[in-house]
């Protein structure tokens, strides 16, 4: 290979846009001067540019922001690895670096707690070069398969507690001499004994530090493994030596720290293996709604089949008792369906022909026949799971600090044990003085616990929210909820419930059953909620509506459209003022409709001079909760606002019985996200809580975007935080464990580091004997973990 070769990389690059010669001259133009590129060549036909660059020289990052600038979309990819083998923060920070050096790579984010490394990357399947890198690292690495959620299995109990009991058993008649000493009992077994009692413990039980610090030192770095292989073999070798050089008169040995502290890391890496599985147990209990096995209908045969082997359209054969295996909708039957570990809503729901049913809910006591509508990545179980672990693998932004601790730690821990040595050794001139303070050195210092104070309180509060059905898209989602300082809601199916009546039709010019009919016609087919109301209405009272032709949406204000050659015009007040349609004969009765927190339409008849012809009030019930929600932000001190395109009058009434601080009324969908700037600067940080197509701007504009389970696809992927259930004093409830997630994280890391900053210089000053030390490291990382466990206590705050 020449030197030319040796010295450069080979990307390529996913690129959507390109649609001629043109095009493909453009992107390689704009590849071309990003420097450090060497070669580029863009085809066409695979959408895909090749690229050769220096080595060390450009980042994927860069290319891909050229492909951007030049007007077309690079596409990056991402993989999941499941890691084992690490112990520590050193072994993240590591590995973070490894991954972020594959010629590609835009991200690389490690996560201990849950033993996954999740990936960004522009160009083909890096998997192979990812794996060796990993491997390269001195760790093992598999990609995690398409068809597998949650945390990887982390080794067996029975493994796990088989070594620490050989290695208490071994150990305890070596440290039971020193137990006994407050008592006045001075004894000592034989040192060949403690000699033999050590040596298992050292090299069979303790093989794992070895290995693992060994893979460390040969990458250049440190980890915990390292410090307890330096630190324990120093008080064997030193007790060996002593051993045989004294001839029987042996003096004091060490055996009993170097045995001791390995059984006590075992203890610690035992509790906080079992206290690492119960923070994933949220996505566990989340996998076993789904059953193995279903019940389908095929070519009038029932047949039972692997859940996973169901394609849309079957009919699947539901009997009382069974969960739903997929996303389905009702062809025959009702039941009542237990919701409660997907949405978070205790009480069963009814659901009857053509109403959809989520899979892994509980059917009850009704036999429903259903057909898929929803199969594998698409379904609601699938999603919720996927959104729970892009959460639990990502990072808070303060693990940044974390991670600049954690690349620098070990090396400097081992620096302060040699230059403690070197001290002791001064001052008393004795070999054995000096190395007991360096070994506690050594074995206090705990990175694992840095490394886990973050993750741990990620994954066990937002488990802890998923089952209370609020979805937290990440950790960053986390942070920014607890600076929240004021609330926006949305008010058609936010805080009402979203199916308006049409309580009053007053009609003007015609009759009632006319108008009507008219108004259904220009509504038909359209799926928001006042034309629900008006179809329903029509459909109630038998009246069929003409066709209409040329129906056309005035956005935020109405809709338009032809009947039998006339032109008619369904609006609002809005509409009136700017259209200069006389308004003045209905001030009266809109005022009475208004009054009572109606929403006013009108049916205008566009002649040569448009006037109004009847006039519609609609009424929709704010949700039950709606009050005890405004009620549960009052006492954290949050401010309520109203955003509705309603006219102020009905906006002013529903807000004032809900309780709601402040109104924005006729707002339009487009004015949305102005409104939202506008209260950023009134507040502060802004929540916004939606569920429509026309608040996703909005959604994406605020600090934090809220969106109820029941809205579309659009509002949810623009928002933070989703909920399940379309409640909104979950919105309070998101607040509050966002914040008390934050507090644990908090909590964890200055305890990770007060350990760390006090224990360290005890143990320099000879304070702390090497056992106590180990004591101390083994016990510093569960506290971490325990402490994040007491998350999965927190349930939703009961409304009034």
Not at 40 to 65: C, F, M, P, R, Y
Not at 222 to 234: E, F, H, K, R, W
Not at 239 to 250: M, V
Not at 719 to 738: E, K, N, Y
């Amino acid at each position: 290979m020449s030197q030319t070769e040796a010295a450069t990389d080979h990307l390529s690059l996913n690129i959507e846009g390109m649609t001629c010669a043109s095009c493909v001259r453009h992107v390689e133009k704009a590849i071309a001067t990003v420097p450090g590129v060497v070669d580029v060549s863009v085809n066409l036909a695979l959408e895909k540019a090749d690229i050769t660059t220096e080595t060390g020289k450009v980042s994927a990052d860069q290319i891909a922001q050229a492909v951007s600038d030049s007007g077309y979309t690079p596409v990056e990819n991402q993989t999941v690895l499941l890691i084992t083998g690490m112990t520590c923060a050193a072994c993240v920070s590591r590995l973070e670096k490894v991954l972020s050096r594959v010629s590609g790579v835009t991200k690389a984010s490690v996560n201990l707690a849950n033993e996954t490394a999740t990936i960004s990357y522009f160009g083909e399947n890096l998997l192979p070069q990812l794996i060796d890198a990993v491997e390269a690292a001195g760790f093992e690495a598999r990609e995690k398969p398409a068809d597998q959620t949650g945390s990887p299995p982390l080794p067996t109990d029975s493994h796990e507690q088989n070594h620490l009991i050989i290695g208490a058993i071994l150990s305890l008649p070596l440290v039971a001499p020193m137990l006994a000493m407050p008592f006045g009992i001075d004894w000592m077994l034989p040192g060949w004994l403690q000699f033999v009692l050590a040596t298992p413990v050292q090299f069979w039980l303790g093989y794992r530090f070895y290995r693992g610090g060994w893979k460390a030192l040969r990458n250049g770095v440190g980890n915990m493994d390292l410090l307890v292989a330096l630190g324990t073999s120093a008080a064997y070798f030193l007790s060996l030596y002593t051993l045989l050089s004294s001839h029987g008169d042996h003096g004091h040995l060490y055996f009993e720290s170097s045995a001791v502290v390995i059984t006590l890391v075992l203890l610690g890496k035992y509790l906080e293996a079992r206290a690492k599985r119960k923070t994933a147990d949220a996505v566990r209990a989340l996998l076993d709604l789904k059953p193995e096995t279903v019940r389908v209908s095929r070519n009038g045969q029932e047949i039972e089949i692997p859940a996973s082997e169901v394609i849309l359209g079957d009919i699947l054969l539901i009997r009382p008792g069974e969960r739903v295996p997929t996303d389905a909708i009702i062809q025959e039957g009702a039941s009542e369906f237990d919701e409660s570990m997907l949405t978070g809503e205790s009480l069963p729901v009814y659901r009857d022909i053509g109403e959809k049913i989520i899979g892994g809910s509980l059917n009850g006591s009704g036999f429903i026949q259903a057909k898929a509508a929803a199969i594998g990545s698409d379904t609601t179980l699938a999603k919720i799971i996927k959104l729970v672990e892009g959460a639990q693998s990502s990072k808070a932004p303060i693990q940044k600090l974390v991670d600049q601790i954690a690349a620098i730690f070990v090396p400097v821990v081992v620096a302060i044990a040699v230059l403690t040595f070197a001290i002791w050794f001064f001052l008393t001139g004795d070999v054995t003085q000096a190395l007991m303070p360096a070994v506690a050195v050594l074995v206090i210092a705990c990175p694992c616990a840095l490394g886990l104070a973050t993750p741990t309180a990620i994954i066990a509060g937002t488990g802890a929210a998923a089952r209370a059905g609020i979805l937290i898209k990440d950790a960053e989602t986390l942070e920014r909820a607890t600076e929240v300082k004021a609330v926006a809601f949305d008010k058609t199916g936010t805080l009402t419930l979203g199916k308006p009546e049409l309580v009053t039709l007053t009609s003007f010019t015609g009759d009632r059953a006319q108008n009507l009919g008219l108004m259904a016609a220009l509504q038909s087919g359209s799926e928001h909620p006042l034309a629900r109301a008006v179809l329903a209405t029509a459909e109630a009272e038998n009246i069929s509506a003409e066709k209409a032709e040329n129906v056309k949406a005035i956005a935020g204000r109405g809709v338009s459209g032809t009947i039998n050659g006339q032109t008619y015009i369904i609006g609002n007040q809005r509409y009136l003022e700017e259209n200069s349609i006389p308004f003045a004969n209905l001030e009266k009765v809109t005022d009475n409709e208004t009054k009572q927190g109606r929403t006013v339409s009108y049916l205008i008849a566009n002649t040569t001079q448009p006037e109004v012809i009847a006039l519609m009030a609609f009424a929709d019930t704010p949700r039950p909760s709606a009050k005890s929600a405004i009620a549960k932000l009052h006492r954290k001190h949050i401010s309520a606002v109203m955003v509705t395109g309603d006219n102020p009058d009905s906006a002013r009434n529903i807000a004032d019985d809900l309780g709601i601080d402040q109104v924005k009324a006729n707002v339009l969908p487009e004015e949305k996200a102005e409104i939202i700037d506008s209260l950023k600067q009134q507040y502060g940080q802004v929540a916004m809580v939606g569920d429509g197509i026309n608040d996703a701007p909005a959604l994406a504009t605020a600090d934090l975007g809220i969106a109820m389970g029941s809205g579309t696809d659009v509002a949810i992927a623009a928002a933070g935080i989703t909920l399940m259930r379309s409640d909104p004093s979950s919105v309070a409830d998101a607040l509050d464990i966002a914040s008390r997630t934050r507090s644990k994280i908090r909590q964890n890391l200055f305890w990770a580091f007060i350990y760390n900053v006090a224990g360290i210089p005890l143990a320099a000053l000879g304070l702390l004997n090497p056992v106590f030390a180990g004591a101390a490291m083994a016990a510093s990382s569960v506290c971490v973990v325990s402490n994040a466990l007491l998350l999965r206590r927190w349930k939703p705050e009961q409304g009034e």
